[in-house]
């Protein structure tokens, strides 16, 4: 494996679920995407990998699977998430680079990757790991940052922005911060042995004066109704994806591995004082206090 990789957006050390979810007024927002949630997920299964699990706002929406793994690159995110959901065999707290997913192929059966992709300054590249660990015809549920929403078609075309939101390249309008054209997303998916399901388009009300204004829950209702739209156009901020992967990816050589290291991509790791060490390159990846430590070195 290469020893370069894009950057990384670290949330680490940031008060962001206090911030932007408990204190932002953003009740609406995830209440919205919950409904999306509920309709794109399958009914239950094995194994699920939460990317950009954060401090595990949307975890406890997939209790249908016998485990979910929270994978997170900061440390302390996954700590508040331990603190919220707790210590079982039901969490695998992890915390690692999306560009080398410290799985081995085919472990997981779902994904989810919400309002992650968003950070992603090579984001087919984080998409074909994902496509890696899942096994043939799992369910990928992708949520992304749409550039073509009417608010960007208004300022383009009144003036008040300088970025053409018609045209399909990713537009990274603030550091590590990108929005996305909706068939760019679909083609990468679909390059990458994804057959897109289902779109459901989210947030048509997500403006400060009708949250103000309309109760929340009305808001919801009008919301959870105008998603379907999202099969025929996708103007809104916040576009999601079902995806089921197409066809087998090779496993490793050991079928009952988890984990693998992402410095060489070795299946076989030994644990042993609180570490799990590669017997391929002999990196030594630590775990502390329940979570599992794979970020670059």
């Known amino acids: ?15 962001y679920q206090t ?26 299964g094995d194994r699920l990998l939460e990317v950009g699990a954060g401090a595990g706002r949307n975890t406890p929406r997939y209790q249908n699977f ?5 994978l997170d690159y900061s440390y302390t995110q996954l700590q508040k998430a331990q603190e919220r959901l707790g210590k079982s065999k039901d969490y695998v707290y992890v915390a690692g680079d999306v560009y080398r997913l410290p799985f081995v192929t085919g472990s997981f059966d779902c994904a989810t990757m919400i ?15 994902i496509r890696r ?16 929403n009417l608010k ?9 922005q300088d970025w053409n939101p018609f045209s399909p390249q990713p537009i990274e309008f603030a550091e590590l911060h990108f929005d996305f054209h909706p068939r760019t997303v679909r083609k990468w998916l679909r390059e990458l042995d994804f057959r897109v399901e289902r779109q459901l388009t989210v947030s048509h009300f997500r403006l400060d004066m009708l949250k103000r204004t309309l109760p929340t ?46 410095k060489c991509g070795e299946s ?30």
């Open 1 to 15: 494996m290469t020893d370069e990789r894009p950057p990384i957006c670290d949330y680490e050390g940031s008060d």
């Open 19 to 44: 911030t932007f979810w408990d204190q932002g007024e953003r009740e609406y927002e995830d209440r919205v995407e919950q409904v999306a949630l509920d309709r794109l997920l399958p009914p239950g």
């Open 66 to 70: 016998n485990q979910i793994v929270l």
């Open 115 to 129: 309002r992650t992709l968003h950070h992603m300054s090579d984001a087919p590249a984080a998409l074909g790991q």
């Open 133 to 148: 660990i899942l096994q043939e015809n799992g369910v990928f549920i992708l949520e992304y940052a749409n550039k073509r």
């Open 152 to 160: 960007s078609i208004g300022r383009y075309l009144l003036g008040r």
């Open 217 to 262: 829950s009305l808001l919801v209702f009008l919301d959870s109704i105008a998603q379907h739209t999202g099969r025929w156009w996708q103007l809104t901020p916040s576009v999601f994806l079902r995806n089921t992967a197409v066809g087998s990816r090779t496993p490793g050589e050991k079928p009952d591995a988890f984990f693998q290291c992402p």
């Open 268 to 297: 076989d790791l030994k644990e042993k004082e609180n570490q799990l060490k590669c017997t391929g390159c002999g990196q030594a990846w630590p775990i502390q206090d329940g979570i599992y430590d794979f970020r670059a070195k």
